[in-house]
């Protein structure tokens, strides 16, 4: 696992990575670290940020012989 925090100056953003990871699927996850120390404040900011991303799960379907295909 490797991290970095940057500081955007514009919305496109550019990372060098590191030579092991060229070839290799990567996850790339977003979060922002200027949150509040307060804990309770803290966990009211994640909540809203995350909310954002939030879907129906009921508009999901699926067919239950597919379940079990290898």
């Known amino acids: 696992m ?3 925090t940057v500081t955007p100056k514009v919305r ?3 990372v060098e990575i590191p030579e092991a990871f060229i070839n290799q ?3 790339i996850l977003l ?3 200027l949150l509040a120390e307060d804990g309770e404040i803290l966990r009211g900011q994640v ?3 995350f909310d954002q991303f939030q879907s129906d799960a ?3 379907r699926y067919d239950r012989a597919e379940i079990n295909e290898p």
Do not use: R, V, Y
């Open 31 to 33: 979060i922002p670290t």
């Open 2 to 4: 490797w991290t970095q």
């Open 12 to 14: 496109n953003i550019s």
């Open 47 to 49: 909540h809203a940020f």
């Open 58 to 60: 009921n508009l999901l």
């Open 25 to 27: 699927p990567l996850e």
